[in-house]
């Protein structure tokens, strides 16, 4: 028993040698350091009240001194890239939807330069109209949707019009979903796009409302709600009465569109940070999702919270990426 205790406390201290000698190998990369975290949204939004969240943790953990910086130009392509393009000493994370990676212009993509380094959650999107408004009230008539950016506007409304067999319009160059809301309201669109939890506290104000989920099942509190692809959804129902391969095809598609419009809120840093810097500064972020004080200040904001480790994040990106460029092609041949 002596020599188990012996064995076992040797043990403990070989791993708090190890603990010891990875913080001080991390330390350079922290102490007396700045970081800025880009959030490529305004302030006051979603993100942004994550960004501000994670930041003083961030600093509890590391020591160093984190600030947020709200990017929001070009739609949030300028927050993207101010990530992608900084310099690994510049210290610079980002805060974002993985939306914000799928560029309309495949040309301005900045997905292979950057590297995820946690995730907080995985998030479905919604078609988000005015209180009071169901799809019935669009069979015979088209419905102009609100959108921020090209191909995900043509994915979110337009393909997953049609095979609801509804006519969608898509009018893109909204700044955010501030203003695609506003559009809403002022009967300038009928529609618009917003993550489930962005548009809970909308919805229950009582002037929004959820016309359709892109989700392949029921969401709980939410069972009135269309949802688009799976059993029982409202392509299941619509296409009961197709031949068996027309209707196949039509319920791939609409499992293709929920793929790839359920989205991530990751954390994120130019792929120039590599090394040892970039591995002290995924563990630094990885240890921020998990810490109990973050956890309890997103559970006052009411926003919801699954932390998600680096590979795990970086995984999800990668099926989202497949599941994109399937629905993209769908479109061109379409």
Known sequence: MTQLVKVAGAAVVLCLSAATAQAAACGPYFENQRYTIVVPYGAGGGYDSYARAFAPVFTKLTGANAVVSNVTAGGGKAGVDAVADAAPEDNVI????????????????????????????IDIWSWYGRAGDSLENYKDRKIVSAGSSDDNSLLRFILAGKVLGLDVVSVSGYDGSVESDAAVLRGEADIAGRSLAAGEAAAKSGDHAFLLLLSDKPIPGYEDVPYLAGDGSAVDRLTADMNPEER????????????????????????????????CLTEAVEAVTFDPEFASAIAVLK??????RAEEAANHIARLSLAFDQAKVLLTDN
């Open 94 to 121: 980002g805060i974002l939807g993985t939306i914000r990676l799928f560029e309309a212009d495949e040309s301005q993509s900045r997905l292979d330069e950057i590297v995820t380094l946690a995730g907080f959650a």
């Open 303 to 308: 926003r919801p919270l699954t932390p998600l």
């Open 248 to 279: 196949a095809e039509q319920m791939r598609i609409a499992q293709l569109i929920v793929d790839a419009e359920t989205h991530a809120r990751v954390v994120i840093v130019g792929s120039k940070t590599e090394g040892e810097r970039r591995q």
